[in-house]
């Protein structure tokens, strides 16, 4: 084989691998690292996370939903819905449609048939896109008879940077390329549970998201999708530091035989046992009123902007504790980090909790972005979770699905790079890889034109050294010398 022709096979085949292996939609990955407090960035441990959030777009903070706990967080930044509306209103609830409680669980993220969260509203648009979902709470289960086309459960001991790689992958693939991508990673939200968020174990989890942020980053670089993909870092949850001396025992307010209780500090979705009810809401009331740090409010004394009440699973009776105070299951709690950490739980002793008022600062997650979508060096207002899914849906090409949300695409569009088109979202990659095909074609022809000139002068000059020796050679055969040139003109002279 020519080595010409080998040059040509290999640029064909690198081309069409190239074309094939990207999805010619905008490539979104959406990373949540659990817990992120908006305010961690200032500790100084991760200066990669700090670099990116300042070449992007970053909020101070972002507006989370009540109650400010994981599943109900993660499922309003997925389906851009208020837990009223998706129905999981907590880590568990009590549903009375089926008389029993749920926890993590398809009935518990199917509240309603219709659930839609954005990796399915990807999927279901079709036409080449592919979602892949690692980790997510709720991706496990189809939603409206839809699975992603890639997912991997919830897997404690599947390596971070092997999570990254394998998200890589599917964005890389070449016959299903995923232009969405959601990567969950649990930490620090553990640490900060055991340890609490300030302390200097979490310190060097934070450390170790910033490792993993930057792993991601290198894969990116070695993969040739640095300018490709657009990043969307987020979290659920901030957290707060809460010690033994700050527990409220409501065993000693409320017997518990007369009341069932769902979820865990610091709020108690109270279930009365039949003829209890104003026994219950009097009794907690009065301690409430008098002194001891929680609210207790019944169904319909639920604040409205919390979008929590308006639900069948709401309880007829919710308590939350004021912060930095928690309710008497923390003691579980304690128990389980004595003998993790294996110490005696002191009354100074740190933990860590959430789950308050979404009001509260420190419950409040962190938020940037950065990609060829997104503006660079940008700050924009403080905007709640439930409004990414808009951002997205435009972002992806398709905007009617962000219609039956609670979220807004104002409060977030000015993130994006001006005159960027929701309808032009399929085109801009294409165009791109137009260019560069067009470049690499030029590029060839220019290197066989002048390839093909240096043969050609090289076979002119060989056959012009050959005719100037051919020429000399006959001018040299009838050239006289001077004897003979003499003779012809003074013959006389050379007579005998």
């Given at each position: ?209 910033d490792d993993t942020t930057t792993y991601l980053m290198k894969r990116l670089n070695e993969t040739g999708l640095t300018d490709r993909v657009n990043l969307f870092f987020l979290s659920?949850h901030g957290m707060l530091t809460v010690k033994k001396r700050n527990i409220i025992d409501l065993r000693k307010i409320v017997p518990t035989e007369k009341y069932d209780r769902y ?146 695409f104002d409060r977030v569009s000015d993130m994006l790079v001006p005159k960027y088109s929701p309808s032009d979202a399929g085109n801009i990659c294409g165009a791109l890889l137009g ?62």
């Open positions: 084989m020519s080595l010409k022709l080998f040059f040509i096979l290999f640029l064909s085949l690198w081309c069409h691998t190239f074309v094939a292996s990207i999805s010619q939609y905008p490539i979104v990955i959406i990373i949540s690292y659990d817990g992120f407090r908006h305010d961690l960035i200032e500790k100084g441990v991760t200066p990669t996370i700090s670099k990116l959030r300042s070449e992007g777009t970053h909020a101070e903070y972002m507006n989370n939903v009540f109650i400010t706990k994981t599943f109900p967080n993660h499922h309003s930044i997925a389906t851009g819905l208020y837990p009223e509306v998706h129905g999981v209103l907590g880590n568990s609830v009590y549903d009375p449609k089926y008389g029993k409680s749920f926890s993590y669980s398809y009935e518990l993220f199917h509240y309603t048939e219709d659930i839609l969260p954005i990796w399915v509203a990807n999927q279901k648009k079709g036409n080449g896109r592919h979602s892949g979902i690692m980790m997510w709470p709720g991706n496990e289960f189809n939603y409206t008879g839809v699975f992603p086309t890639y997912q991997k459960a919830f897997d404690r001991d599947f390596a971070y940077t092997k999570r990254v790689d394998e998200v890589l992958k599917w964005i890389l693939n070449p016959e299903k390329p995923a232009n969405l991508v959601v990567l969950y990673i649990e930490e620090p939200d553990v640490s900060e549970h055991n340890y609490g968020p300030d302390s200097e174990t979490n310190l060097k989890i934070l450390k170790q998201m659920d979820e865990g500090s610091p709020t108690y979705m109270i279930f009365p046992k039949k003829g209890e009810a104003n026994f219950v809401y009097n009794s907690l009331k009065n301690a409430s009123e008098n002194g001891a740090p929680f609210k207790v409010y019944k169904r319909n004394e639920i604040p409205d902007r919390w979008h929590y009440k308006d639900n069948r699973r709401a309880p007829p009776i919710l308590a939350v504790a004021d912060p930095p105070y928690v309710f008497e299951d923390a003691y579980k709690q304690i128990e389980w980090i004595e003998k993790l950490r294996n110490i005696t739980f002191g009354e100074d002793t740190p933990m860590g909790f959430h789950g308050y008022d979404n009001t509260v600062m420190s419950m409040k997650p962190y938020f940037f972005a950065l990609g060829p979508l997104i503006k660079k060096n940008h700050k924009i207002k403080p905007f709640e979770t439930v409004d990414l899914f808009s951002l997205w849906a435009n972002i992806l090409g398709f905007p009617e699905y962000a219609a039956k949300t609670n979220g807004s260019i560069l095909l067009i470049g690499i074609a030029l590029g060839i022809s220019i290197f066989f034109i002048q390839n093909k000139m240096r043969i050609q002068d090289k076979i002119f000059n060989r056959r012009l050294k050959e005719e100037n020796l051919e020429s000399r050679q006959r001018l040299l055969d009838h050239v006289e010398t001077d004897e003979d040139v003499s003779m012809s003109l003074f013959p006389e002279l050379y007579k005998a």
